[in-house]
């Protein structure tokens, strides 16, 4: 009696977890990463549609995704939602209108803490996350790199601080 009320408890407990992986493994931002498209995430993205700052950030936060192409996914994040919306952890604290950068086999990340009122810092992560050449004024605009790291048995994104 004890072995079978061990194999269901066990069967269950398995259950539990595929369910719980396939509900991280089957969301937007998961499969954009295994797509491997450059990933975009924004923070509190919109607290207030008549803060001027906000509609700066907001100009060119859509002219770059109007022009990024398929290769790009552009993700929300309210960071004091619970649980949160994304399978995604910070190791740090995100500020309104930061911006995060990922993509699959680069090797680093970026997070712009704060609002991204310069065009040149979305030039700077799209050259370098297409390949292509940067000139040299634009590394003046590089956000600050993070590592990223994709946990597969629990679907989970992981950004931490550079070490």
Same mark, same amino acid.
């Given at each position: 009696?004890?072995?079978?009320?061990?194999?269901?408890?066990? !069967?269950?407990?398995?259950?539990?977890?595929?369910?719980?992986?396939?509900?991280?493994?089957?969301?937007? &931002?998961?499969?954009?990463?295994?797509?491997?498209?450059?990933?975009?995430?924004?923070?509190?993205?919109?607290?207030?549609?008549?803060?001027?700052? %906000? $509609?700066?950030?907001?100009?060119?936060?859509?002219?770059?995704?109007?022009?990024?192409?398929?290769?790009?996914?552009?993700?929300? &994040?309210?960071? #004091?939602?619970?649980?949160?919306?994304?399978?995604?952890?910070? $190791?740090?604290?995100?500020?309104?209108?930061?911006?995060?950068?990922?993509?699959?086999?680069?090797?680093? !990340?970026?997070? %712009?803490?704060?609002?991204?009122?310069?065009? #040149?810092?979305?030039?700077?992560? #799209?050259?370098?996350?297409?390949?292509?050449?940067?000139?040299? %004024?634009? %590394?003046?605009?590089?956000?600050?790199?993070?590592?990223?790291?994709?946990?597969?048995?629990?679907? &989970?994104?992981?950004?931490?601080?550079?070490?």
């Amino acid at each position: 009696m004890k072995l079978l009320r061990s194999s269901i408890t066990l !069967g269950l407990a398995l259950l539990i977890s595929a369910c719980a992986s396939a509900d991280t493994a089957t969301h937007p &931002l998961v499969e954009a990463w295994h797509a491997g498209k450059a990933i975009v995430i924004t923070t509190s993205p919109n607290p207030d549609n008549t803060d001027e700052t %906000y $509609g700066d950030f907001a100009h060119y936060l859509n002219n770059f995704a109007a022009s990024a192409g398929d290769h790009w996914a552009f993700f929300a &994040l309210d960071p #004091q939602a619970s649980p949160p919306k994304l399978p995604i952890e910070f $190791g740090f604290t995100l500020t309104h209108y930061s911006v995060v950068f990922i993509k699959q086999n680069e090797a680093q !990340g970026y997070v %712009y803490p704060g609002p991204i009122l310069e065009p #040149q810092v979305y030039d700077f992560v #799209q050259r370098q996350f297409e390949g292509r050449e940067i000139p040299d %004024y634009l %590394y003046q605009f590089s956000p600050d790199e993070v590592q990223v790291d994709f946990e597969e048995e629990n679907g &989970l994104l992981r950004v931490d601080t550079k070490t």
